[in-house]
């Protein structure tokens, strides 16, 4: 009878073990657009614009496709500003009529 139990937990206990890992797989293939999302968002923050699969699930695929969106408008929105911000500089160096350089970058503050 002893025995018997011994043999039944055991049983019992791998196939427990094989189900966990089972299901830790499948889990991770489930999350990995999610974890996706995530790395292109950190992306996002360091100023590098990837982009990202589009997964099958319907709600990993709206997901994806607006971070796919956003990075391309963060982008084009920085790309713009940096435009401005360089046509700022050049205005405010250089003489509009002669086109040499004011004084003002040989100043010292």
């Known amino acids: 009878m002893r025995r018997s139990a011994q043999l039944l937990f055991l049983y019992f206990f791998a196939t ?50 607006s971070m796919n969106t956003l990075s391309k408008r963060v982008k084009s929105i920085l790309s713009d500003e940096a435009a401005r911000l360089n046509q700022l500089r050049q205005d405010a160096e250089f003489d509009k009529v002669t086109k040499l350089l004011t004084r003002k970058p040989f100043i010292p503050p």
């Open 16 to 65: 427990a073990l094989l189900c966990d890992l089972v299901d830790n797989r499948f889990l991770q293939a489930i999350l990995k657009p999610f974890r996706n999302a995530v790395t292109q968002a950190e992306a996002i923050g360091q100023r590098r614009f990837i982009t990202i699969e589009l997964p099958f699930t319907q709600e990993f695929h709206t997901l994806a496709g």
